[in-house]
């Protein structure tokens, strides 16, 4: 056995170990070994001196993410194990298939692989570390992922990932492979995929599911896809058989790249426009009644803590706009991407939002992300991404 570095709770603070939460705070924490390196893989005993499990340390208000439970070392076999999981849950709960090559094969916590992300778009495997020990372990995740079938290729994406004061220098590229195809199938729907310079790895596949439940809604409507990045709710849109559908994003890399995925799946169709321009100024300018299904899938508007006041008032302002402007018996798609916004306080911004456009509105679906973005029930920290579809009188 190897001897790992061994980090000691203090008295009581084993309890949320031993339900499966994956973090140990830092006030936690009663002693540490010298000259531990951040990322370094430590064992964690109680303040008995029980094994409760490893994980990766690292400075900051989270101290160590934990790989194993009640185990007192790593297995060798560890993250070949864990990926070979992840790929299997996804495969036999049908999201790997030939009409569906893209899929989040690793999310985090949700895939007891905390601090590790992946993506992936047919052949290639998009890899984010978001703790320096997932950063120094990527070439060994790496060589275990292209041991699962069909992945050829890794490209390592953690520029904006890693912890800043980390001070590690994440070169992006390939690990492993090299470049191909960038065109994934999502429900039998083409997307082009830009891993390199697109946000986040590409393309949000938490939506998945959604964008499939707002083609069911489409047909004969006039749709807006507010936020609309690749395009990803137009394209379903399309295919629903609304009449028209406006996609519009501030960003005009974004409205390339969904003109790009409109042209890929319906070329020439004459029904799709898209618009750079920014959301709330869009919103102002158009006309009363112009659509009646509005989507608003906007940037996280709290990124952490602080901002959360000023994020819910942005919530509010910008669903009371959609209140205001769509048509009687419109529905509106509206979502919060803010890990920091509970999903009650998201319900109480879009109320105060449809109270304030004095419009009945009823809740016809609350949605969340796809299956391949797992929560751990024992982390609910990992239920991110809110949804309501509301129909509006
Ligand atoms: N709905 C998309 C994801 C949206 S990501 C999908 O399903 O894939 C958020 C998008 O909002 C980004 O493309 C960003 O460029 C855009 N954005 C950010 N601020 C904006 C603003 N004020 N007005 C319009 N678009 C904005």
Redesign the pocket.
């Known amino acids: 056995m190897t001897q790992l570095p061994e980090i000691r709770l203090k008295r009581g603070k084993e309890e949320s170990l031993l339900r499966f939460h994956p973090w140990v705070f830092s006030g936690a924490v009663a002693s540490l070994p010298d000259g531990l390196e951040e990322g370094q893989l430590v064992r964690v005993l109680s303040s008995r001196g029980e094994v409760l499990g490893t994980g990766h340390w690292q400075i900051g208000s989270i101290a160590v993410r934990m790989l194993t439970f009640a185990t007192p070392d790593l297995p060798d076999d560890f993250f070949a194990n864990r990926l070979r999981q992840a790929w299997q849950m996804r495969y036999d709960l049908g999201l790997l298939r030939d009409d569906n090559t893209c899929v989040r094969l690793v999310h985090g916590e949700g895939d007891f692989l905390p601090g590790l992300v992946v993506d992936l778009y047919g052949p290639t495997a998009v890899m984010q570390a978001h703790s320096p020990g997932m950063h120094h372990q990527r070439a060994a995740i790496a060589a275990a992922l292209t041991e699962l079938p069909g992945i050829g290729s890794v490209y390592y994406k953690s520029d904006t990932t890693l912890p800043f004061k980390a001070g590690l220098d994440p070169v992006n590229g390939y690990l492993l492979g090299a470049e191909s195809e960038a065109v994934a199938t999502e429900n039998g729907l083409r997307f082009n995929i830009d891993w390199l310079r697109g946000?986040k790895t590409g393309?949000?596949l938490d939506?998945r599911d959604n964008?499939a439940l707002l083609e069911r809604y489409a047909k004969g409507r006039e749709v807006l896809?507010?936020?609309?990045?690749?395009?990803?709710?137009s394209v379903y849109a399309m295919r629903g058989g609304a009449k028209r559908v406006v996609s519009?994003?501030?960003?005009a890399?974004?409205i390339a790249l969904t003109r790009a995925n409109i042209e890929l799946n319906f070329p020439d169709d004459p029904r799709h426009e898209a618009v750079a321009?920014?959301?709330?100024k869009?919103l102002a300018d158009m006309p009363d009644g112009a659509f009646d299904l509005i989507?608003l899938?906007?940037?996280a508007f709290a990124k952490h803590r602080g901002a959360l006041k000023n994020g819910l008032l942005g919530y509010r302002k910008l669903n009371a706009r959609a209140f205001e402007k769509i048509r009687p018996g419109g529905i509106l798609f509206t979502?919060s991407c803010s890990q920091v916004v509970s999903k009650d306080a998201f319900r109480a911004a879009v109320f105060t939002a449809a109270a304030q456009s004095g419009r009945k509105v009823r809740i016809l679906h609350q949605l969340t992300q796809g299956a391949d973005h797992p929560v751990s029930i024992y982390h609910p920290e990992g239920e991110y991404l809110k949804g309501l579809v509301l129909q509006v009188e």
């Open positions: 946000q393309f949000f939506q964008r896809n507010m936020f609309c990045y690749t395009g990803g709710f519009v994003d501030s960003s890399k974004a321009e920014d959301a709330f869009y989507v899938d906007p940037p979502f």
